[in-house]
T-cell receptor
Framework: SAVISQKPSRDICQRGTSLTIQCQVD?????MFWYRQQPGQSLTLIATANQGSEATYESGFVIDKFPISRPNLTFSTLTVSNMSPEDSSIYLC??????????FGPGTRLTVL | AQKITQTQPGMFVQEKEAVTLDCTYDTSDQSYGLFWYKQPSSGEMIFLIYQGSYDEQNATEGRYSLNFQKARKSANLVISASQLGDSAMYFC?????????????FGTGTRLKVLA
């Protein structure tokens, strides 16, 4: 399984600002995934990031709000733009194993005031 | 309609006993994957076990086994010999093909508390 790190691990932000979350994998992977977990809720896929192409966003998520970069095969960033308290969540990146299992980073715990 | 249903929001089990966490799923795909994940209070998500839709044998990984009943569309997780460290949220998930891409869907989770 891959080793995945995320930065920052947590942050407290003011509404209207933006935060960029970084995800680093210790091996080259084709796809990286970004999930959101709102307080007390399950995980929801935000988007899939392929290196060299635009990210594919799930229904309810748009690029203007959650721009994603994927500059190489080991790194991706997710920006949460123009934040509101409703964006307070854990944000997780993941990569896929050979059977489709997801290996997750430790998550970024975001609180928006 | 829910694609993944976990009907038990919370469960208790005595240490060293076995416990079954329920999961039912809904898909029209013939080829799909079913997964269970553990999320301790620290927030990390840990992959536990995988079952492919064509696998005839139930998957096992150490103390975890998956009771796969395809006709009933259920994929229950069985944890044997529960330990205090098993206390966590448990999520069932499915990977299916949709509109040419794979979709990954999580259930709402079951919070397991192991009692000493």
């Amino acid at each position: 399984s891959a080793v995945i790190s995320q930065k920052p691990s947590r942050d407290i932000c003011q509404r209207g600002t933006s935060l960029t979350i970084q995800c680093q994998v210790d091996s080259q992977v084709t796809m990286m995934f970004w999930y959101r977990q709102q307080p007390g809720q399950s995980l929801t896929l935000i988007a899939t990031a392929n290196q060299g192409s635009e990210a594919t966003y799930e229904s309810g998520f748009v690029i203007d709000k959650f721009p994603i970069s994927r500059p190489n095969l080991t790194f991706s960033t997710l920006t949460v733009s123009n934040m509101s308290p409703e964006d307070s969540s854990i944000y997780l990146c993941s990569v896929e194993g050979s059977r489709g299992e997801q290996f997750f980073g430790p998550g970024t715990r975001l609180t928006v005031l | 309609a829910q694609k993944i249903t976990q009907t038990q929001p919370g469960m208790f089990v005595q240490e060293k006993e076995a416990v079954t966490l329920d999961c039912t799923y809904d898909t029209s795909d013939q080829s799909y994957g079913l997964f269970w994940y553990k999320q301790p209070s620290s927030g990390e998500m840990i992959f536990l076990i995988y079952q492919g839709s064509y696998d005839e044998q139930n998957a096992t990984e150490g103390r975890y086994s998956l009771n796969f009943q395809k006709a009933r569309k259920s994929a229950n997780l069985v944890i044997s010999a529960s330990q205090l460290g098993d206390s966590a949220m448990y999520f069932c998930a499915m990977r299916e093909r949709s509109s040419g891409t794979y979709k990954y869907i999580f259930g709402t989770g079951t919070r397991l508390k192991v009692l000493a």
